[in-house]
């Protein structure tokens, strides 16, 4: 596991993470944009690395808040049913007690094998630090085509780190690292 913030880090980790969308190119990429709760807009890709150059460039302005979607959709339809393959889950743990920010990458590791249980072979990919809690990346090597399957994973994660339920949605966007 590992922190996302330079630049190399970044396009790795959403390189891998983001399946690449099918040859026939009918579907998009969701970038949400957001200066306040009422003034967001939605950004379609259908380009991976434009949509991964953009998240990188988009997070770095201080002033906007940019969210990413883990799964591309079918056209421009941000539905579940027109949702394309599932890379990888993230579980969004938050309003932890205590500084995340300061922590090292074997202080968070700690915490997850201390607070958690979490034998060392079951930690996620990925570990990004949200500020006010931890985002846990896992990558599926062979991800679910059965729905029910895929669900019961990703739900079966928030439950065990008593996460945001939120998190275990295909459809959920989440806050882009850095």
């Known amino acids: 596991s590992s ?37 967001y807009c939605d950004i ?3 380009d991976k690395h434009d949509y991964i150059y953009a998240l990188y460039k988009m997070s770095q302005f201080d002033c906007y ?11 421009t339809r941000k539905k579940k049913r027109s949702a394309t393959s599932v890379q990888g889950f993230f579980v969004d743990i938050d309003d932890l007690d205590f500084d995340v920010i300061s922590m090292s990458k074997e202080e ?3 915490f997850l094998t201390e607070e958690y249980g979490v034998p060392t072979w079951k930690l996620p990919q990925y570990v ?4 006010h809690g931890l985002h846990l990346f896992y990558l599926l090597y062979d991800p679910f085509k059965d729905e029910p399957v895929r669900e019961k994973y990703a739900e079966s994660l928030v439950t065990f780190y008593k996460a945001d339920f939120s998190s275990s ?4 966007n989440i806050r882009t690292p850095g």
């Open 44 to 46: 379609k890709f259908d």
């Open 65 to 75: 808040n940019v969210f990413f979607s883990l799964t591309p959709y079918r056209f």
């Open 169 to 172: 949605r295909i459809t959920q």
């Open 128 to 131: 990004c630090k949200s500020g």
């Open 3 to 39: 922190d996302v913030c330079s630049s190399d880090l970044f396009y790795h980790f959403m390189n891998t993470i983001i399946p690449d969308i099918p040859p026939r190119r009918q579907y998009m990429y969701h970038m949400y944009v957001a200066e306040s709760k009422q003034t």
């Open 108 to 110: 968070i590791i700690e």
